[in-house]
């Protein structure tokens, strides 16, 4: 029997390399917002973006000409040209333009995963995209949530369970622990994702800052069938 | 308003040091099988435990003439006393002795957590003593999974989600992602856990093992009402 291909799940940046191999794909997950606003930043037309996790970095590059965004505790930082809003990426000054960004979480999740096979981003907002791509490739995946300030969080991991979901009706894949439960979790938000995290912590942080809008956003499926993918610094469109 | 308590989960040993609070209890769980056998063996006459994270320290207590349960990968260790199954530990010759013990994943997260305000032991066999007393005590606490080698795992998971769903009913907890998350799981799970996790990556190697008796030992509730608690370097029952 030929062996099936795994796929786990990693809540934690800083647990990452617990679960590290050389030949996984991994896919950075940072729903509210930095994974999906990068989506939605490629679908505008940006041409490349450069993650970077230090902000010492990202005010390096503005000073260099780059647009750059930052943001930290959900807030777009001041000096830089946008914060991690899917909604500030909806301009044609993007368009062609490589683009740095620094986010509390996603980018950091990023840098940890550097060294895997290869490294993509998955968002809701590209999910059937991704989806089909993964399951076309013969590798271990690793699911790699944000999660905040390397603790748990439940947006990524609800990610983690609708992208589990549909890769476990694909036979060549085996499910671990994580897999299972994330899947089993999603079955209970699939109807509504938004009432089901609307009181988790991060969408109560996004709210109170008056980002409902970008919440519902960033849950919404399919806005775009682009996968950005790490190659060196850069990121750019998987082709 | 007062401040609510907090309830949070931490998936693995390796990720407590960003959970760790001074101040909070830390409930340490695995489930298949070290803190249910070690409910076990307090229920059945053990004055004190010794948890070790090391083979090196469980042979030198060996050595000095302890009873010593040392276990790794699901197997009881040669030159020991005892492995890490409840039934090894339903025996008279343990009736007010100091026994030391070591296992795989629960001994290293009691060594992480050893700087808590109050370590305590949990497990199915012991749940409603422990929720009752957690209720009691005006802490923050942790729900430390052992996990398997640092990674999650779904039976101490599910014990997390049963004591978060019966302490989120009282109104002074205040629950994270993580507990939300570990409760709508247990949710899935309640009628019936064997079945549920029967196809966990644990269970299936202990059933591989021939020890599908134990598994369904460790998922009963309530087979005793003592807390084992972490004094110094000594497990004792809570008094």
Redesign the interface.
Known sequence: MKKKLTI??C??P??YP??HRDDCIVVVIDILRATSAMCTAFHNGVEKMIPVASLEEAAEYKKQGFLVGAERNGIALEGFDFGNSPYSYMTDKIKGQTIVISTTNGTQAIEVARNASQVVIGAFTNITALCAWLSEQNKNIILLCSG???????ED?LFAGAVSQRLLKNSKFNY???A??VS??Y??AETNPYKFIR????AERLAALGLKHDIKYCLALDKTDIIPVLEGKYLVKLS
Chains 1, 2 share one sequence.
């Open positions: 786990d799940v809540f934690s800083s647990l617990v679960y905040w300030k390397n603790k748990f969080n439940l991991t671990g622990d994580a299972l439960s089993f979790l079955q209970q009181n988790s912590s991060h």
